[in-house]
């Protein structure tokens, strides 16, 4: 049987909360959480570097000399790769696609691997519940109790809450997520993650 310690507004332990172990006891495999975290990583890339050929780089209609009887070497046009200012020959293109395809169960498991690592290094923090009143103090005050004070830490809202957006966004180290939204890039990028009950009844809704 899985459990967790569940803390209440104040940061005191209220209770204990029984974890599906199809959720968050799956024994991790490296190869897998690396795999779907590569393909996302490659998905979020964008082509910025972009090269001209010679037909699209500015001038270069008329040709540099005649043909013959100057003694130098025939040319074409003063846009050719040989020249400098010329276009550019297998350079980069922004139309370049980086895309992987990801595998809808694999990505699954690879989110649930996280997850269950999580709750095994004791880096899990589940809340009881937790009602934002817009002031920064009292999120940040919940925070130095909670356990992991100071690390990276990722906290997942079950539902998107303007107050309490508004008094976490200038924490330190600390972002913010909706539960069902998480992703692999999202656990592996942060130590701690913070989640209230209902959280953890989204994911496992969307992950069982």
């Known amino acids: 049987m899985l459990k967790v310690k569940v803390y209440n507004q104040t940061g005191v332990e209220v209770s204990d909360l029984e974890l599906k172990e199809a959720v968050f006891g799956v024994k991790p495999k490296k190869s897998v959480v690396h795999q779907v975290f590569t393909a996302l990583m490659a998905n979020a890339r964008e082509p910025w570097a972009h ?121 330190i180290k600390v972002d913010l997520k909706m539960a069902k939204d998480v992703s692999v890039k999202d656990l592996l990028n942060h130590q701690f993650i913070i989640i209230t009950k209902k959280g953890v009844e989204q994911l496992e809704k969307r992950l069982a």
């Open 51 to 171: 090269t001209k050929n010679k037909g699209e780089v500015r001038g270069g209609g008329k040709k540099p000399w005649k043909q013959k009887g100057t003694g130098r070497a025939r040319h074409g046009s003063i846009r050719s790769p040989l020249w400098k200012g010329g276009g550019v020959t297998f350079g980069p293109l922004k139309t370049r696609n980086f895309k992987q395809k990801i595998n809808k169960k694999m990505n699954q498991l690879a989110t649930k691997m996280c997850l269950s690592d999580k709750v095994f290094d004791n880096k899990l923090v589940v809340l009881d519940d937790f009602v934002s009143d817009g002031k920064t103090k009292v999120v940040a005050n919940l925070r130095q109790i909670l356990p992991g004070f100071g690390r990276s830490t990722l906290w997942l809202m079950p539902k998107k809450d303007e107050k309490f957006v508004q008094s976490a966004r200038n924490l």
